[in-house]
């Protein structure tokens, strides 16, 4: 059933004006449920990222010059509005994405606690003073970076926007949003959230499109001096490619791998439950899931069979029924990346559960969640991203080992540890290359705190003090406070 008030056009906002392509054309936008196409969305090229950056140079000086109090205020207001969009926010996004509607009910909270984040974190901004004894003072002061280009992915899509719109706008940057092109529909919530809480016209500007085709011309305009990214590696590595030319400022946060290391003596319910819901929540369409699981050997065949009757178990549904756990993946083309790794995998190792379309949906891109146990590490779906519900498990033997493996792909975005012993817990936290550590605990978030990857995994952080380093360039000023003691060139007689 498809949810109220769904548009079936979805345009531009460029100056706080709902605007096709300049060109006029569309691309079609469908529901991954039924994969008919619901609605047309603007397809935006190089002359309407031109307008919108445009736009958005008129409005940063009036933007960037707001006290950071005033900024703070429309921010909260930005939270209070997507709150009270909270249904249509959660109908809109389990439509379009697939995500389970218990799950996307959350999203609006969390995309609204990032703007009451980071309007604290400006409210309470400091700039930094160094004094030298009495001779020298120095101090810095922030300013926004520019126009700012924001590219997001189609997973938890409005959340992610919500991500880097936040800082951004606190920081005092204008910018540019191109939203996935798979997921549009919910970043049309966005003009309406905006012009209610009083963000003045052209301070944000959305432009839709296909990826190589409006997000490139975002990448390569000369006045974006700044460009966040979160997607996937090749991606990644392409725009920071097309970023050098005009030397751009670039935050990525891209694919992983991510290990769950679980050892004999963890509390076995807390790590079955964590790593169930570390790789199957969202579709397992997370950046973070803990799509590689390493069983230390006296547990692994009992954890990997509890594991596999979990999965078989788990309730693969229609989005909008509130007693699904995983819905429709995104899209057909997405579907058929998954299922062509279960194929691979099938090859690879030993398939214990799921993998196939449940036979009770015949439409629709539904898939059991799949478990393979026995995964070599050289093995494609140890090594590459699925980014689906599909879970590889291997047993290891010693601690050493453990870190062996949790470090052999090229990823390094998150790692979750299960051990009742501490110190263990914190050697191998340490040991394991990974941006992120979860120690008996599974994926909860502070926004304080540093998010990114390292390795294949991204470039820089977001997060807490690092979205504001980021969106802003700090300058120093220098002031003498007694005498000056120059060198007197020229002066000799
Ligand atoms: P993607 O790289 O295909 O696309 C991401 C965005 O980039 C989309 O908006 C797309 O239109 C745009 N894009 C594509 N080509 C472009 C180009 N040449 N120039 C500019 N923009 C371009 O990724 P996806 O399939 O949408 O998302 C899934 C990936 O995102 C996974 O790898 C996942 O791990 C990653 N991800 C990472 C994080 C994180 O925080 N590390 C979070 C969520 C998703």
């Not at 531009?12 to 004006?17: K, L, Y």
């Not at 921010?75 to 995500?99: C, S």
């Not at 290990?259 to 003596?265: E, R, S």
């Amino acid at each position: 059933m498809s949810p109220e008030n769904l548009p079936s056009v979805i345009r531009h906002w460029i100056g706080g004006e709902l605007v096709d392509a300049a060109d006029g054309r569309t691309f079609d936008v469908s529901d991954p449920v039924s994969n008919t196409v619901y609605a047309q969305a603007a397809r935006g090229t190089s002359a309407d990222v031109d307008r919108a950056v445009a736009a958005a140079r008129t409005a940063f000086p009036g933007w960037a010059g707001l006290s950071n109090r005033a900024r703070t205020t429309i921010l909260y207001r930005i939270a209070d509005a997507v709150e009270a969009r909270h249904d249509r926010l959660a109908a809109f996004e389990t439509y379009d994405t697939g995500l389970p509607i218990t799950q996307a009910r959350g999203q609006a909270r969390r995309a609204a606690e990032n703007f009451r984040y980071f309007a604290d974190v400006i409210a309470a901004l400091g700039e930094e003073a160094f004094r030298q004894g009495e001779d020298q003072f120095s101090y810095v002061v922030r300013k926004p970076v520019g126009v700012a280009g924001l590219i997001t992915p189609w997973n938890t899509p409005f959340m992610l926007e919500s991500w880097k719109l936040a800082p951004a706008l606190a920081s005092g940057c204008t910018l540019i949003l191109k939203p996935a092109e798979w997921t549009p529909l919910s970043a049309s919530l966005w003009p309406e959230i905006f012009a209610e809480a009083g963000v003045p016209a052209s301070v944000v500007n959305i432009v839709h499109g296909i990826g190589e085709e409006a997000g490139q011309a975002l990448v390569d305009h000369p006045d974006v001096p700044l460009i966040s990214f979160t997607g996937s590696t090749d991606t990644g590595r392409h725009i920071i490619r097309s970023s050098a030319q005009h030397l751009k400022a670039t935050s990525m946060e891209l694919g992983g791998k991510s290990p769950a290391v679980v050892f004999a003596d963890a509390d076995l319910e807390a790590a079955l439950d964590s790593v169930m819901f570390g790789v199957f929540s969202l579709n397992g369409e997370r950046c973070t899931a803990g799509s590689r699981v390493l069983v230390e050997r006296p547990l692994y065949e009992e954890f990997t069979s509890r594991l596999a009757q979990r999965a078989a178990n788990v309730r693969v549904g229609p989005p909008s029924d509130p007693a699904t756990e995983v819905g429709a993946l995104v899209h057909p083309e997405h579907y058929e990346h998954v299922r062509n790794y279960i194929e691979i995998g099938r090859k690879e190792a030993r398939l214990v559960a799921g993998g196939e379309r449940p036979s009770h949906l015949a439409a629709g891109n539904y898939l059991q969640p799949a478990v393979f146990a026995d995964v070599e590490r050289d093995a494609r779906i140890f090594q590459e991203e699925i980014f689906g519900p599909v879970v590889a498990v291997a047993p290891f033997d010693t601690e050493d080992e453990a870190i062996e493996l949790a470090n052999a792909t090229q990823y390094g975005l998150a790692a979750y540890i299960w051990t009742s012993d501490l110190k263990r817990g914190h050697r191998i936290a340490h040991a394991v290359e990974s941006g992120m550590i979860w120690l008996n605990s599974h994926n909860i978030r502070d926004l304080r705190t540093p998010f990114g990857g390292v390795k294949a995994s991204g470039v820089g952080r977001e997060g807490g003090a690092h979205s504001i380093d980021f969106y802003t360039e700090s300058k120093i000023i220098h002031v003498a406070l007694g005498d000056v003691h120059t060198p007197r060139f020229g002066a000799a007689s």
